[in-house]
């Protein structure tokens, strides 16, 4: 009797490990993409974790105001926001850059971008790793809308489908 209780037993436990198995999985959700944002940056952090899910390159870092004036000594103070996140350079580059310039101060804000890819360029020409190089030479620089869009990072094609993606206008 004891050993059908213990065999009846161990029957059910091996039913419900079974059963468990079988629990229905959710979709993650798809991104919005009626969602409107006009340089609220409402969008950006899901556009950037998606962009750099994959980017294998070790020193990423986010970019802010201060930072960039601290790593490529550019004046800031024509732009009202910062978003984008960069490399340290040690392990290559993958860059994506966005900034929001103050009303009138478009064409200041664009030569901030400038700036920042040519000292890239400058700075891996010395060096280059992993075509660093080329990758900032080649830089990307056009406007998203509100934002001003600096890209050196490898499928910029891609990159820029999904910040259309994540931030429409």
Request: hydrophobic content about 45%; glycine content about 8%; aromatic content about 10%.
């Amino acid at each position: 009797m004891r050993k059908l209780i213990i065999v009846v037993a161990s029957l059910v436990v091996l039913v419900l490990f079974i059963f468990q198995g079988f629990q229905q999985t959710y979709p993650l959700p798809e991104p919005e993409t009626g969602r409107q944002s006009t340089a609220t940056g409402e969008g950006i952090a899901d556009a950037l974790d998606a962009i750099y899910f994959n980017v294998p390159i070790l020193g990423v870092q986010d970019a802010t105001a201060e930072r960039l004036e601290a790593d490529f000594g550019v004046d800031t103070s024509c732009l009202s926001a910062v978003y984008g996140r960069y490399t340290d350079g040690r392990f290559g580059i993958a860059d994506v850059i966005l900034v929001v310039p103050k009303a009138g101060q478009e064409t200041a804000a664009r030569d901030l971008l400038v700036t920042i890819r040519s000292s890239r360029a400058s700075l891996f020409s010395n060096y280059d790793i992993y075509g660093s190089s080329e990758l900032a030479q080649n830089g990307v620089i056009y406007t998203l809308g509100d934002y001003h869009v600096l890209l050196m990072i490898d499928n910029t094609e891609e990159v820029r489908e999904l910040l259309e993606q994540y931030i429409p206008v």
